[in-house]
């Protein structure tokens, strides 16, 4: 069964960091999520589903304009897991960030999973 389980989030003051993580679990056609490009999207109220950052199998990250420079992605296959370090939080940033696992890769564009989504709040 594919699992992507999400941790970290919360309420941080403006200017703050936050550090999400999501561990992979499950074989597709008999692959692991350590073969998958790994990722992260977030989705503010009233707004559509963003990307936010992706690290593919060959550990090439990707960023958003927004998030380069502030937000770090990184995987560890140790865990099966993808993490994303945020740091200068914006109140801008704040919304529900989901983990995908695209069966891909390299493209997080690619049909796949996500996670059930964790809120991320920054207050001024």
């Known amino acids: 069964q594919v699992q992507l389980v999400e941790s970290g989030g919360g309420s941080v003051r403006a200017g703050g960091s936050l550090t999400l993580s999501c561990v992979a679990s499950?074989?597709?056609?008999?692959?692991?999520?350590?073969?998958?490009?790994l990722g992260w999207y977030r989705q503010a109220p009233g707004k559509q589903r963003e990307f936010v950052a992706s690290?593919?199998?060959?550990?090439?990250?990707i960023y958003a304009d927004f998030a380069r420079g502030r937000f770090l992605v990184s995987r560890d296959n140790g865990r099966v897991a993808v993490d994303l370090e945020m740091s200068e939080l914006k109140p801008e940033d704040t919304g529900v960030y989901y983990c995908?696992?695209?069966?891909?890769?390299?493209?997080?564009?690619?049909?796949?999973?996500w996670g059930q989504g964790i809120q991320v709040t920054v207050f001024s």
């Open positions: 995908k696992r695209a069966y891909d890769e390299d493209d997080i564009g690619a049909n796949g999973d």
């Open positions: 499950g074989k597709i056609d008999g692959i692991s999520a350590r073969s998958h490009t």
């Open positions: 690290i593919s199998k060959g550990f090439r990250p």
